[in-house]
């Protein structure tokens, strides 16, 4: 399909879109801009340029506002935190699309800094606002595009750990990941730190706030790193968009045995190529990935098939956890209650969780058949629904229905 492959990195401060085919990238600032006398919106330099003329009301922090369900109001018109950033991504689109003259969106991955599911929710309606079809459409975390953007890199560069720092605004994030051979299939897997030692980049604007900023670096660098042997050492964010002259010390600390670079577009050019690798006729990776966007736990149930015991996986550890539902049905025998297996990836402590069926109508054995569903509120929570489904004329189904809550 000739439509456009990209990746988006979206934060409340800035938006970074990149396309690798042909490889480009725009940095926009994360607002939209409303015309008070029309119907046209403004991004990017638009935006700015309305909003000094007066005839543009300005919005920021979109991605907060639609986890706080916020609204704005322009010109006398209420409008949502949804339409606000349906019009963001809308106008971010025309950017790339324009450029490369696409007509359609063949496969789209947003990267976000946190997974948050009413966050996720909304940009998969903006899809739909967008006719884009949600399934060209996927949403990671910043780990698992940080993953992509590393695997894509000379063998050298992820030989042993790697570790990278995103000082972006007011917030600092250490990253690390590393590869694991050892296993039937390789795994990639990665951790993420928001330092508290984070600092409004304002500081770096004289010499005492960029001595303040590199000892903290420092320290940072120092406590994660240790003296661990890593390939390579990743800088992103704006902290870093106009060099590391700034931080001498902490440049110091770092680059001791360990190669070092840095990229403005880590997670946007990761995001991309998750998007590439989904309209491959082939999957070009072959490795399973565990971060916070994927499950580490596999959750599976005891049953008997034609009186044979054995075991039937309800979701797999690497799963993404956003995209993991199923639904089961099942005739209970022996007590009234649904047994969890859950079993971390990498031969972790196995347990098993019982969940009564509280509140169920008593029936003779084996005359109780329930449908057990299963979702994920994030990679440690799983929800699940448990629905009496009766047995046929002879026990009636019941409107009974639990809802239990578990953490992995």
Known sequence: MDGLVAGIDLRNSRTHIYCMDPEKAWVIPTVICKNKNSDDWYVAEEAYEHALLGDGAMEDHL?????????ATISGTRYTAQTLLEMFLKKCLELPMKA???KEVASLVISLETLDVRLMDSLMYCADFLGIDRRRVRIVGHSESFIYFVMVQQRQVWSNQVGMFDLEDENLHYYEMRVQRNTAKMHALAESEKMEEGFHLDVL????????????LTACADRCLGNRLFSAIILTGRGFDSGTGWAP???????????????????????????????RREAFFNFDVICDG???TEVSVNILDRDKESRLVLAKAGSRWYETKRSSDFIVKGPLEVEFILEP????????????LTGFPKRPDRTT??????????????????RDLGFGELFPATDTVLRQEIDL
């Open 345 to 356: 990836l990498g031969g972790g402590q196995k347990r098993t969780v019982k969940v009564p």
């Open 63 to 71: 991605l907060t506002q639609v986890v706080k369900d916020g609204t």
């Open 369 to 386: 058949r329930i449908r057990v569903t299963i979702g994920f509120l994030s990679r440690a929570k799983m929800v699940a629904v448990i």
């Open 205 to 216: 604007e004289n010499d005492a706030g960029r001595k303040v900023g590199d000892r903290i």
């Open 294 to 296: 994927h499950l580490s």
């Open 100 to 102: 490369l003259d696409k």
């Open 249 to 279: 010390d902490f440049m110091k600390k770092i680059c001791e045995r360990r190669r070092v670079f840095t990229d403005p577009h880590v997670f946007a050019h990761g995001a991309a190529v998750l998007a590439a690798d989904a309209v």
